[in-house]
């Protein structure tokens, strides 16, 4: 598969040593390290719960609870992760390092906006807005992925000697 991300030659590090002091003694480390799989969780029951409804049309109510709870967690982890980045990097959102994956939080976030204006507005049916849900939920999929890969190069980079 190649070589590690931080052995390519001029491969800019994600972290400087004063950024990572700073995201190993903050607490939000510790936030967004508890929240991210609970979201994942929450993601995994409403996953069941929606497509049971659109396969068998049951389980409406359950289903609109689990996205209820998705969206507030997404919400959640959004906020508390902008206070990370703004720890860690100087900047709540946008910071050079996970800049492309604040972009698709952002689609993640407007799909799970919709899902909650049509629910309160009534001005989308329910089958659409169960249909939206699995939109935002692959893009939700592809955002944490994105998220797990940048965990994967600090490591990468964390083991490698100065």
């Known amino acids: 598969m190649g070589r590690p991300p931080q052995s ?3 491969a ?3 972290y400087t040593a004063a950024q990572r002091a700073r995201r190993d003694g903050s607490v939000w ?3 967004q390290g508890i929240l991210a799989p609970v979201q994942f969780v929450i993601f995994l029951v409403s996953l069941v719960l929606v497509l049971r409804f659109l396969t068998t049309g049951e389980g409406y109510f359950a289903a609109t609870i689990s996205v209820l709870a998705k969206t507030a967690a997404l919400y959640l ?3 508390t992760g902008a206070i990370w980045e703004k720890v860690v990097f100087g900047q709540y ?3 050079p390092g996970f800049f492309w994956e604040d972009v698709f939080s952002f689609v993640v976030l407007a799909l799970h906006t919709l899902y909650l204006y049509g629910l309160i507005t009534g001005s989308i049916a329910p089958q ?5 849900t699995l939109a935002a ?3 939700y999929v592809v955002n944490a992925g994105q998220f797990l890969w940048k965990l994967r190069i600090a490591r990468l980079q964390s083991e490698v000697p100065a």
């Open 8 to 10: 390519r030659a001029g």
């Open 12 to 14: 800019k590090p994600l």
């Open 29 to 31: 480390t510790l936030v």
């Open 77 to 79: 982890i959004m906020i």
């Open 93 to 95: 959102l946008f910071a």
């Open 128 to 132: 659409t807005l169960m249909l939206i």
């Open 137 to 139: 939920y692959i893009t």
